[in-house]
C-alpha cells in the first residue's frame, strides 16, 4: 500500500515551459517535503511543509516553487525547467518537523527536460 | 555546516562476501538514520542509531554508531543481489536539521 505517492513516475517537459509535480499521502503527517536528486547523488532538500507554514532552503532557486493546499497534497513548481533542472524529484513525509523523525519518501518523479 | 562523508562511494562485488561502508564527520550528531535507495525508487528507512556505541542488527546488516556519534558503519554479511542499491546515511543536527552523506553505490554480483 503506496503510502507517499508521486505523480507522474516520468515527466518530460521542454526548456522554460512550466511543469508541475504532485505528491499525496495518507499518513497525515504533518511535514511534506520536496527534494532534487541528481544522478547517484544524495538528495537535496529544496523546501517542506510543517502543515501550512513554509520553509524555503537558501540555496533553492527562484524558479522552484511549492504549494500545499491540504494536509495530503502537496505540488512542486518549476516554472521555467532549465537543463540543469533534470533530475529526479523525490516527495517526503514525516510526522514531525523535528530530524529524528524519519522521512517517508516516494518513489519519485524522473523528470526530463528537452 | 556539517557535512557526512561516505565511503567507498562505489563497491562492486560477488554475491556471498562480506562488505563494510562507512559515514564520516568531523561533527557530533545526535542520530543516524540508514536508508537504501533502489533503482528508480525512493529510499527507504533501514535503522535509526541513537546511542553512541550502539549496534543494531537488520538480518544481514549491522550498523554502528561511533561513541562519539561522529561516524557510523553499515557492515553486510553474505552480500546477496538484492542487497544491491544506494546507501545513504543522514545525520540529525543539533538544531534538528538532517545532512545527508552523499551515497554509497554498492552493486552485488551473481
Known amino acids: 500500500d503506496a503510502m507517499v505517492i508521486q505523480n507522474p513516475r516520468y515527466q518530460v517537459t521542454q526548456f522554460g515551459k512550466p511543469v508541475t509535480l504532485s505528491c499525496s499521502q495518507t499518513?497525515?503527517?504533518?511535514?511534506m517535503y520536496w527534494y532534487q536528486q541528481k544522478s547517484s547523488q544524495a538528495p537535496k532538500l529544496l523546501f517542506h511543509y510543517y502543515d501550512k507554514d513554509f520553509n524555503n532552503e537558501a540555496d533553492t532557486p527562484d524558479n522552484f516553487q511549492s504549494r500545499r493546499p491540504n494536509t495530503s497534497f502537496c505540488f512542486l513548481d518549476i516554472r521555467s525547467p532549465g537543463l540543469g533542472d533534470a533530475a529526479m524529484y523525490l516527495c517526503?513525509?514525516?510526522?514531525?518537523?523535528?530530524?529524528?523523525?524519519?522521512?517517508?519518501f516516494g518513489n519519485g518523479t524522473r523528470l526530463t527536460v528537452t | 555546516t556539517q557535512l557526512l562523508e561516505q565511503s567507498p562511494q562505489f563497491l562492486s562485488i560477488q554475491e556471498g562476501e562480506n562488505l563494510t561502508v562507512y559515514c564520516n564527520s568531523s561533527?557530533?550528531?545526535?542520530?543516524l538514520q540508514w536508508y537504501r535507495q533502489e533503482p528508480g525508487e525512493g529510499p527507504v528507512l533501514l535503522v535509526t542509531v541513537v546511542t553512541g556505541g550502539e549496534v543494531k542488527k537488520l538480518k544481514r546488516l549491522t550498523f554502528q554508531f561511533g561513541d562519539a556519534r561522529k561516524d557510523s558503519s553499515l557492515h553486510i554479511t553474505a552480500a546477496q543481489p538484492g542487497d544491491t542499491g544506494l546507501y545513504l546515511c543522514a545525520g540529525v543536527t543539533g538544531a534538528q536539521k538532517l545532512v545527508f552523506g552523499q551515497g554509497t553505490r554498492l552493486t552485488i554480483n551473481p
Open positions: 499518513l497525515n503527517h504533518n511535514v
Open positions: 517526503a513525509t514525516s510526522r514531525e518537523d523535528r530530524g529524528f523523525s524519519p522521512l517517508h
Open positions: 561533527s557530533v550528531f545526535s542520530s
